[in-house]
């Protein structure tokens, strides 16, 4: 088929107007943390002197570093037990199937669907008499359980896809069970596994149900820290936007890389 | 139990039955136990303010909260919320799936850029829009307006509930797109080649190949979308806190108001059951239709 070339530009040009447009108010923010506090509420303009006086200001407050630390040991903590949890339980799933594995999967997928805050109340209460608020061990339980239905889901769909040959190639020469995993499954579908882990991550590090609701100071990650910035004393759009640039700019570009396998995780396979 | 009891006999259910006991008996007591327990608190009186009050309740709690008309309405700021954002986000995504699928100079590039505001965590972009693009004296909407010869929208107070709704669809209208181009990327170019030579415009092969295609991914988005949106909270409260007045409050934000902020803990948990009883009913439909597409 051939599209005159008029319209092919016509069409460029519409799809990156409406690409920009969208985009535009994450390009705001970036560019706003290079300005001055004075010059971020003046009149938009293009032309300004950027400085990093925002960044240092932030950093200076030794506390972002703090709820920066946060976001990582949280993110990443829930992450990684999710994966541990999730790999045997995917594993049988995947290569030892029994008449209960559907009902199983559905089921998980069912308490992804009971919704947060239906359950506020009782886990509020429970972490309060556990002393588990404002904790990141609190938040790492919460977000390991929160997560764990999609990282089962994505990692079935991952090891499904491996053909059966390779595994029982390795049982025919005697390699058990753990072998099997450890030196078959895992290297073999560690690209999977590694867009299961960043989407968790992800999930993790942008979740602001839980972190609002369940921290106060010590443990709060970024996103609590960035809500401070909606009380009238914390108006300073540079050093909201350097701070918010910050906190956004590695879960972005962990989004970019993963934007395909995530489709399968965040749909459940359902499309694909 | 007599079940697994029965799978069990065979090495491969045994097996298979410890290798995801973890799993299933922490998402069992993640579920379960919470779930019980706001039950039983709905039947309760019970507030942390006052001590000394407790006992059952039967249904007061339900009464109390049905005849609010603060649950009426936060039940019709839902409503809406969830309404608006679901027809801008899968009427968007899907013509901005098909005009992102056409090849044109960056594509790549320019998918990525619009796909970027899901990645953006909620309370970033209630904040960004709030203060840098709806500000009524110096944000960019006003400059924009201005620009125009128009007078600026002071957003969060005139209209409060579709400043909400513009966040939200920023933020979902993406994840719609991600998942439709996906989809879409799917479809037969010569079933597309066939129907052009049969003289179909491209206004019908959207309509009789590409939507009819597009349809279970639909259904996914908007199943998907609903369960998320049910209980939109971040937005709320880092621009509005549900003001003025209830103008804002969706049922997500009247039960954080009833349980952290008065701790009424039976009227919270009431509110809670009534959310999960509206979740499920979209739910069972999504697991249907998840469990037809595992039977493939």
């Given at each position: 088929m051939t599209t005159p070339r008029y319209k092919r530009f016509l069409l460029a040009v519409l799809a990156w107007s409406i690409a920009f447009v969208i985009f535009f108010p994450i390009l705001w923010m970036a560019l706003t943390g290079f300005k001055t506090e004075a010059a971020a509420i003046a009149d938009p303009s293009l032309f300004f002197s950027p400085t990093f006086e925002s960044y240092v200001a932030v950093h200076a407050r030794a506390d972002y570093l703090k709820f920066a630390l946060n976001s990582v040991v949280v993110a990443f903590g829930s992450?990684?037990?999710?994966?541990?949890?999730?790999?045997?339980?995917?594993?049988?799933?995947?290569?030892?199937?029994?008449?209960?594995?559907?009902?199983?999967?559905?089921?998980?997928?069912?308490?992804?669907?009971?919704?947060?805050?239906?359950?506020?109340?009782?886990?509020?209460?429970?972490?309060?008499?556990a002393g588990l608020l404002d904790t990141r061990t609190g938040l790492v339980i919460v977000y390991t359980l929160m997560n764990l239905p999609i990282v089962v889901w994505m990692l079935y769909t991952f090891f499904k896809d491996l053909p059966r040959d390779i595994l029982e190639a390795g049982r025919m020469d005697g390699a058990s069970t753990f072998q099997e995993v450890r030196h078959l499954l895992l290297p073999l579908t560690l690209p999977g596994i590694a867009s299961t882990g960043l989407l968790a991550v992800i999930l993790s590090w942008n979740e602001a149900f839980w972190s609002l609701n369940l921290t106060s100071s010590d443990a709060a990650p970024l996103t609590a820290y960035i809500a401070?910035?909606?009380?009238?004393?914390?108006?300073?759009?540079?050093?909201?936007?350097?701070?918010?640039?910050?906190?956004?700019?590695?879960?972005?570009?962990?989004?970019?890389?993963?934007?395909?396998q995530m489709v399968r995780g965040l749909t459940f396979g359902a499309v694909k | 139990m007599n079940k697994t009891r029965v799978y069990g006999r065979t090495v491969g259910g045994l097996r298979s039955l410890s290798l995801q006991a973890p799993a299933v008996t922490?998402?069992?007591?993640?579920m379960l136990v919470p779930l019980g327990m706001t039950l039983w608190f709905s039947f309760q009186r019970y507030n942390l303010l006052m001590p000394g009050m407790s006992g059952f309740a039967g249904l007061e709690n339900y009464e109390y909260l049905l005849t609010d008309p603060a649950l009426w309405s936060a039940m019709g700021n839902t409503l809406l919320l969830v309404g608006w954002v679901l027809i801008i986000t899968v009427v968007g995504g899907t013509l901005l799936a098909v005009l992102f699928q056409q090849e044109f100079l960056g594509r790549g590039v320019a998918r990525v850029l619009a796909i970027s505001p899901f990645f953006v965590m909620p309370t970033v972009s209630a904040l960004v829009w709030k203060n840098m693009m709806m500000h009524?004296?110096?944000?960019?909407?006003?400059?924009?307006?201005?620009?125009?010869?128009?007078?600026?929208?002071?957003?969060?107070?005139?209209?409060?509930?579709?400043?909400?709704?513009?966040?939200?669809?920023?933020?979902?209208?993406?994840?719609?797109?991600?998942?439709?181009?996906?989809?879409?990327q799917s479809l037969d170019d010569d079933q597309v080649e066939a129907a052009r030579m049969d003289g179909a415009g491209p206004i019908a092969v959207f309509f009789f190949i590409t939507l009819p295609h597009l349809k279970r991914a639909i259904s996914v988005v908007i199943m998907i979308e609903m369960i998320f949106l049910l209980t939109i909270f971040a937005e709320i409260f880092v621009t509005t806190s549900g003001g003025p007045g209830l103008a804002t409050t969706n049922l997500a934000y009247l039960i954080y108001i009833q349980a952290l902020l008065d701790f009424d803990v039976g009227t919270a948990s009431a509110g809670g059951v009534i959310a999960i009883i509206l979740a499920n009913i979209v739910a069972i439909f999504l697991v249907r239709l998840v469990a037809k597409n595992l039977e493939s």
């Open positions: 992450t990684l037990f999710a994966l541990l949890i999730a790999i045997p339980s995917a594993y049988s799933m995947a290569f030892l199937p029994t008449p209960r594995t559907k009902g199983t999967l559905l089921w998980m997928l069912s308490t992804k669907m009971l919704p947060p805050v239906g359950v506020l109340m009782p886990i509020y209460l429970l972490f309060r008499d401070s910035f909606s009380s009238p004393e914390g108006l300073f759009w540079a050093k909201l936007s350097a701070a918010s640039t910050m906190a956004i700019a590695p879960i972005l570009v962990f989004g970019w890389l993963t934007q395909k | 922490l998402l069992l007591l993640w009524p004296a110096n944000g960019v909407l006003a400059w924009l307006a201005n620009l125009f010869g128009l007078p600026a929208v002071d957003w969060f107070s005139s209209l409060p509930l579709t400043s909400i709704i513009i966040i939200v669809a920023w933020q979902w209208l993406p994840f719609a797109l991600l998942i439709l181009l996906t989809a879409i």
